[in-house]
């Protein structure tokens, strides 16, 4: 952490020390080294040429703290005379080759778990860490594994900068680690501040805030290559970095060039699985300083990569396969390995930036960037053909159990299977009679160890048993000879009929221009004062191309799902056929278009946002104590525009017509559609969120002190979020105002989500021990969020706006290292906290092709969108492990050996729940809109609520909080109905963390040598081992998956038919597991 | 130099590095993706090719050979008067000799009208031999299409026949507790072959040539010269229902008179919404769910009748007869013409048989599209020879 300090101006003669920092092998300086007098608690950092002064000291004993990324601390003895000015000799600092090969793996991490095709990742570990923090640095490689996130937070909330302009996307809120993949000299040199502390850099944000200074001349003279091998996603890399160091001219220039590569590997059950990986990374930089302390740079970095995907599978699926790292999206095309799903990114990105020494108290920063990110994921899409995907429900033998599930509320069909010991089989009810009372007899334990029904087939069942388990190739990966065949019959029959099958590949690219404004002023004694303009112009650009036609002659430009869903509901809408053809065009300008390779369809839409932020922070540092506060205001703004007009979105906008009702994709504006345009507008969207904070630290003295930040904000919802179908149209989530609607600032700020957030830290720092306890607390209120899913309610993808969705995180983090004599560092972290909802959501569900949802019963009218409550409160985030804890052992010989073990513990990990299966009207029948819910949990078909003393269940809804009052039902800590096994496993919260508590540990060691050869060349070699013991039990993310297990009740009129069945096993939740035991070994030369 | 050196051989290194990785599987040809008669010997050599027939009287008994006391068929499949079976399974080894049928698919489940099913066939001496397929594949038309010649390793799989049409299959058991009458049809029966079980077992032989298919051209009193309208209630007479079942066929000379199989009386069709009455005056107007295939009827000018079913779920479900509209089904006699389709023989009642009540209802003909809607297999005209154009019911018109 940078932290300068402006002392008074004295005409006396002052205590002051020098130094210089070194690297002990090659003698260069250390550029951004942290000097620090253990018993004052002053600080600095050193300049260019390594050099340090501190002035206006106390004459004493004091420690001098020196630490740097990437290399080992040191701490040195130095005794202060009065008014004397002390030059230290040299102080070497050692490269620390474990940290550094640790921050690459870290690195590939995060980049590897941006993992969809919307680029939001399931979990992510923070590849940044504050060096100089014990807890950060000791948690941030250690619990990444376990996708451990810094205070629960999501990862928009950390934010990210690179030479002072922001990257966090402004459609997404992340930052893409892919721009920087493998450049690991490129994000070596960073600022990390933890969460709401004073920066000069930024305002900040809820978590932490990193600044990326890519400046050549912190980069140390001469040349770096070095290979390394892992048995990670990619094998091999290969880098080589050279610096010139600053030259005589003033300037100095870096360059690098980093290939990380694995072909296909034939080998199922490995470690990236069907997964091929190149990525070239390549990253040039090229510094001016002058001698009055200004400074010009220019940058530019990017890493084209191609790579394959994996995919969470259910947790039958591990257990047939017999690996956690079996991957359904690859299967032999050839006799080769293909996977489906290859993203394909590349990030350029150029910055220039000028720092401007206006004096010895003023100095400013000027930055421009640009940066193109192109994102896109390819995946199988099929028309009128079966579904490919391997592990596709109905392709497992659980889908034999389906039917085969009693109900246990249904004593007509109800015959219960006991197990020898008389209990139920806890995998499930399978009926032991049927539905006559006729006994079934028994079942038997089939070859996957489960005890099935006397109604399931064992031959039949054993049959799929057995190709799973033996890794049948046409059974578990995808069949690509199937693939082509359907397409080449299909040629054949009709050479202009559409694929049947064909790669597609969605481009999800944004395109950012940005500039910041830094002004920093120390004039006055005490205060530095901080001002700062940023300013970005970004637009996502999301289209599909073609990728691969799959030996088909074309594509036909409809929405493929949208016409079987379409056709599927037409005797419930009225639609003709006719009709129908029209709502299915992508583009109804250029209707039925002819798709070959490359060509793009389906959707081509942009989203054009603008974001302003100024903001400005005053800090005045005393002797005792330190204050800070910070204001800020920032606009955003956002607009769809398409280049297509699609069938659906006019079908809509017909209705909205009809009805004479304003639909806010559509407002006013319709006549823009009325004739063929290059680009169609939608709304802009706008949005002002002010933000303050404060901190206070008071030094109690040298080593010890107690600090205090605090933080209120609003934000606006991203743009992912905001618009409920933004491929379709651009329709935004309810509480979005429309700017000729917004009458109040409570109107105004109304989908703003509301932030609050403190925490308080306690830090100490002696010779031997150090380390930090920080409490913190967060409240946001009125969040939004946007999900998608297959509705078998309503037979049809649906989207769904959650809005209103407060959380709380709040917890302790503590860090200690202590010295264990010369060669040794116990460090222990821990982090507990308690990260959930606190409300429930509001939900409105709409149909992605448009369709009703359902239907009044009264009134037959059609009901396009439907709203309800999702019963969110008390249940926990999905954010990785809330208890964690881990202790580190670090070895280092002054002969440049390096060694560490780090046993960590994990726990209280929790699946993020399905919103879909938490509706209100799930548990009431009735919808806060007042539809009916076709088929919900207390209906006589299910009545799967518990209630008191057997009594009848009696719901109803109070108008007025859109509460359900239940009399009669059993309720949970969370007012929640509680439901009769096994349909409380639909809708429970699991746990992802393992039975046994040996399980819940993981163990990474790593083993380094540096030798220093002559001419100042070096030779590192480091081999670090994560999950040592290969733990292949260790659950780090997945989901809930939507669907609900239903029936159609025959019979009964459609929106009338449907039940929820007692088979809790059909849709189950899917799952990522950690990687077992993996390694990575690395050789580095310097010369 | 030193310098330039290092550096071009560092990017040499890469640029071999990342050309060794640029290798693709090349994309599959025709050649690598059909089997051909060779690849079809080496395949069965393990065992034997039957023809359909075959296969039925090798593999299918009356009784089966699946289901057991504790652990019967579907209720109301036996008839014991005349000790017949409208339901059955027999199970094919999984081990021993490779047990093979080839044939070529007639059918196809764009319309929707043939769901989760699909039908081959085998000319075998000029004869139409055919067999029935229970699948669990959605839109298998997508790979499996019409034309295409495929053949099947059946071990492991097994034979059965559901409400009397011989199917290749697997056992399954029926607890629909949701279904109407469900304690009636609960117990084992032919269910669905897992998709990738059957993908497994299969293979395309050649692409499809839809020309190869043989189509059984008949006046309905033709028709009913070759088959019993209503057979004899022994094994015998059964046999020659099942083996007839399947068949492809194009019956001449007939129009839709606008009625309706009523439980064995015909009926005349109402105007109603299609949503809202079973007997609404399009193909297939709502079951609620039930499922069943709605049945119209078909005649000629002798008076004689066959039923064209079809399904609440196929595509063309809500389009008029040819000749009835909104006003009613007054005009269908005037849309004469040929339907095409799959014949078929459907009884699930036992009791029917037992109380010896076939109304010849059971025979039926199941187009696989109409003319805009897959399979064109429709085709009628009016006195001025004007082709039928299928208009669907539209609520917004009534």
């Known amino acids: 952490m940078l932290l300068s300090l402006m002392l008074c101006v004295s005409a006396f003669a002052q205590t002051t020390l020098r130094g210089k920092v070194v690297d002990a092998g090659t003698n260069t300086p250390v550029v951004g080294a942290t000097v620090l007098l253990g018993n004052q608690n002053v600080a600095t950092t050193t300049n260019a040429e390594g050099e340090f002064q501190l002035l206006y000291l106390d004459a004493t004993d004091e420690e001098v703290i020196v630490e740097a990324e990437g290399y080992v601390g040191t701490i040195e003895l130095v005794l202060l005379e009065e008014n004397k000015t002390v030059e230290m000799p040299a102080i070497q600092l050692a490269p620390d080759i474990a940290k550094q090969t640790q921050d690459e793996i870290l690195l590939n991490l995060t980049e590897e778990e941006m993992n969809d095709d919307e680029g939001r990742s399931q979990s992510q570990a923070s590849a940044s860490s504050a060096t100089t923090d014990v807890f950060n640095s000791t948690t941030s490689f250690a619990w990444s594994t376990a996708r451990y996130r810094n205070r629960g937070y999501a990862s928009t909330a950390e934010t990210y900068y690179i030479e002072g302009l922001p990257f966090n996307s402004s459609e997404r809120g992340q930052f893409n680690y892919s721009a920087m993949g493998g450049l690991n000299d490129a994000s070596r040199y960073k600022d990390v501040i933890n969460p709401m502390e004073a920066t000069s850099f930024t305002f900040g944000g809820l978590g932490q805030a990193t600044n990326y200074l890519m400046g050549a001349s912190r980069y140390a003279q001469g040349w770096k290559v070095g290979v390394a091998g892992t048995n990670r996603n990619y094998k091999a890399r290969v880098n080589a970095t050279y610096a010139s160091g600053t030259m005589a001219n003033g300037w100095s220039v870096i360059a690098q060039l980093a290939y990380r590569f694995s072909p296909y590997v034939d080998n199922k059950g490995i470690i990236g699985e069907g997964i091929k990986y190149y990525s070239l990374g390549y990253f040039v930089s090229a510094e001016k300083a002058w001698s009055n302390g200004n400074r010009l740079r220019f940058l530019t970095f990017g890493a084209p990569t191609e790579r394959g995907q994996n995919a969470a599978v259910t947790q039958e699926v591990y257990d047939l396969t017999g690996s956690i790292n079996y991957n359904p999206y690859w299967g032999y095309q050839d006799g080769k390995v293909r996977n489906s799903r290859i993203v394909k990114s590349f990030d350029p990105t150029f910055i220039a930036a000028f720092d401007l020494k206006i004096d010895e108290h003023q100095k400013m920063k000027f930055a421009l960037g640009y940066h193109y990110s192109m994102y896109s994921n390819s995946a199988v899409n099929f028309y009128n053909a079966p579904d490919p995907r391997p592990d596709y429900y109905r392709n497992l033998p659980s889908f034999y159990w389906d039917g085969q599930i009693a109900n246990p509320n249904n004593e007509t069909s109800a015959g219960q299977l006991f197990d020898e010991n008389g209990a139920h089989y806890p995998w499930g009810l399978f009926i032991g009679e049927d539905m006559n009372g006729k006994s079934l007899g028994t079942g038997v334990i089939a070859d996957d160890g489960y005890l099935i029904g006397p109604s399931i087939d064992p031959a039949q069942y054993n049959n799929l048993v057995n190709l799973w388990k033996n890794r049948d190739n046409t059974t578990t990966q995808i069949n690509w000879d199937n693939l082509y065949a359907a397409n080449y019959a299909n040629n054949a029959n009709d050479p202009n009929a559409p694929a049947r099958y064909f790669v597609e590949r969605r481009h999800n690219d944004i395109q950012e221009s940005m500039a910041t404004i830094n002004y920093q002023n120390t004039k006055y004694d005490h205060l530095k004062m901080t001002a700062a303009l940023e300013a970005k112009v970004s637009q996502g650009i999301h289209y599909k191309t073609m990728d691969d036609l799959l030996g088909a002659n074309q594509w036909i430009d409809i929405d493929a799902f949208a016409e079987r869903d379409i056709k599927e509901l037409a005797s419930n809408t009225g639609f003709t056929q006719e009709y129908i053809a029209q709502i299915v065009q992508n583009d109804l300008y250029h209707p039925n278009r002819v798709i070959r390779q490359g060509d793009r369809f389906g959707y081509d839409y942009r989203i054009n946002m603008n974001h302003l932020k100024a903001w400005f922070q005053n800090e005045w540092t005393f002797h005792e104590v330190d204050l800070y506060y910070g204001l800020s205001l920032e606009y955003n703004s956002m607009q769809r525009t398409s280049r297509m007009f699609n069938g659906r979105q006019a079908y809509l906008a017909t209705l909205a017509y009809r009805r004479g009702t304003m639909w806010k994709y559509l407002g006013d504006d319709t006549d823009q559609y009325s004739s063929p345009k290059s680009t169609y507008y939608d709304r802009t969207h706008h949005f002002v969120d002010p933000a303050i904070k404060f901190g206070a630290t008071y030094k109690i003295n040298g080593r010890n002190r107690v600090k205090l930040n605090a933080m209120a904000m609003t934000s606006a919802p991203y743009a992912r979020d905001a618009y409920i179908s933004q491929r379709v149209h651009g329709r935004v989530v309810d509480n979005i105002y429309v700017h000729d609607t917004a009458r109040t600032i409570a109107e105004f700020y109304s989908s703003s989500e509301k932030v609050a957030s403190a925490d308080l830290t306690y830090e100490f720092n002696y010779p031997i021990v150090r380390g930090r306890v920080t409490g913190f607390f967060t409240q946001s209120w009125n969040g939004t969020e946007l999900n998608g899913y297959y509705d078998d309610e309503s037979r049809t993808f649906v989207n769904q706006a959650l809005t209103g969705i407060d959380k709380r995180y709040m917890g302790i983090e503590a860090a200690i290292a202590v010295k264990l004599g010369t060669y040794f560092t116990l460090t222990g972290a821990a982090s507990v906290g308690d990260y959930r909802y606190t409300s429930d959501a509001m939900a409105v569900s709409s149909a992605e092709n448009g369709m009703p949802m359902t239907q009044n019963m009264v009134t037959k009218e059609l009901i396009y969108e439907t709203r309800d409550k999702v019963l969110l409160n008390g249940l926990k985030l999905a954010t990785g492990p809330q208890a964690n804890a881990s202790l580190k052992l670090s070895f280092f010989h002054p002969k440049m050996w390096f060694a560490d073990v780090t046993v960590s513990y994990h726990d209280w990990n929790y699946l993020s729940v399905a919103p879909s299966r938490r509706m209100q009207g799930l548990y009431t029948g009735e919808r806060t809109d007042g539809t009916n819910v076709n088929g919900w949990f207390g209906d006589s078909y299910a009545n799967a609520i518990e209630t008191t003393d057997g009594q009848a269940l009696r719901v109803s809804i109070d108008p007025e909080t859109q509460m359900a009052v239940y009399e009669n039902a059993v309720l949970d800590a969370n007012g929640v109905p509680v439901l009769k096994y096994p349909y409380n496993l639909m809708t429970m919260q699991e746990s992802l963390v393992a039975t046994n508590p040996l399980n819940r540990f993981l163990i990474d060691a790593s083993i380094g040598k540096l030798i220093y050869l002559k001419n100042r060349q070096s030779v590192s070699i480091n081999l670090s081992v994560t999950n040592l013991t290969n733990n292949t039990h260790f659950k780090t993310g997945g989901y809930q998956q939507a669907r609900l297990p239903r029936a159609v009740r025959q019979g009964q009129k459609d929106y009338e038919n449907s039940v929820i069945t007692a088979n809790a096993w059909k849709y189950p939740s899917k799952y990522y597991y950690a990687w077992g035991a993996n390694f990575f070994l690395s050789v580095t030369y310097k010369f | ?398």
Not at chain 2, 90 to 116: A, L
């Open chain 2, 1 to 398: 130099m030193k310098t330039i050196k290092n550096t071009l051989y560092f990017v040499l290194c890469t640029v071999v590095l990342i050309a060794l990785g640029s290798c693709e599987p090349r994309a599959l040809t025709e050649e690598d993706v059909f089997f051909t008669e060779d690849q079809v010997a080496e395949l069965t050599s393990d065992g034997q090719i039957y023809h359909l027939n075959d296969f039925l009287d090798q593999f299918m008994t009356e009784q089966g050979n699946f289901a057991s006391d504790t652990c019967p068929y579907r209720e109301r499949s036996y008839d014991a008067t005349h000790e017949l079976y409208l339901y059955s399974v027999d199970t094919i080894p999984t081990n021993g000799p490779g047990v093979y049928i080839r044939g070529r698919i007639t059918t196809d489940d764009y319309s929707g009208n043939f769901y989760k099913a699909m039908v081959i066939q085998e000319v075998v001496n000029g004869v139409q031999q055919n067999l029935r397929i229970s699948v669990d594949l959605g839109s298998s038309h997508g790979l499996y299409q019409m034309g295409q010649e495929i053949i099947i390793r059946c071990n492991g799989l097994a034979v059965g026949r559901y409400a009397n049409q011989p199917q290749l299959c697997i056992p399954s058991y029926n607890n629909n507790i949701y279904a109407m009458n469900a304690n009636q049809k609960v117990g084992w029966c032919p269910g669905r072959i897992q998709a990738s079980v059957f993908r497994r077992a299969t293979h395309l032989i050649g692409k499809p040539d839809r020309s190869q298919l043989k189509y059984d051209e008949y006046t309905l009193s033709d028709l009913y010269r070759d088959i019993d309208l209503k057979p004899a209630l022994t094994e015998a007479g059964m046999d020659a229902v099942r083996k007839a079942d399947g068949r492809l066929i194009i019956i001449r000379n007939v129009h839709f008179t606008g009625e309706f199989d009523n439980n064995g009386t015909l009926a005349k069709c109402d105007t109603l919404h299609p949503d809202s009455s079973s007997n609404a005056n399009v193909f297939a107007p709502t079951t609620d769910n039930i499922g069943y295939p709605q049945s119209r009827v078909l005649q000629d000018n002798m008076s004689n009748k066959i039923m064209c079913s079809s399904s609440e779920y196929s595509k063309f479900a809500h389009f008029y007869l040819p000749g009835a509209d909104r006003h009613g089904v007054t005009d269908c006699p005037n849309w004469t013409g040929s339907v095409t389709g799959i014949l078929g023989w459907y009884l699930d009642k036992a009791s029917t048989l037992a109380s010896n009540k076939l109304t010849g209802y059971e025979w039926s003909v199941t187009p696989r599209g109409i003319p805009g809607i897959g399979i064109s297999d429709i085709e009628m005209y009016n006195d001025h020879d004007d082709p039928w154009i299928p208009t669907e019911y539209d609520p917004r018109k009534q």
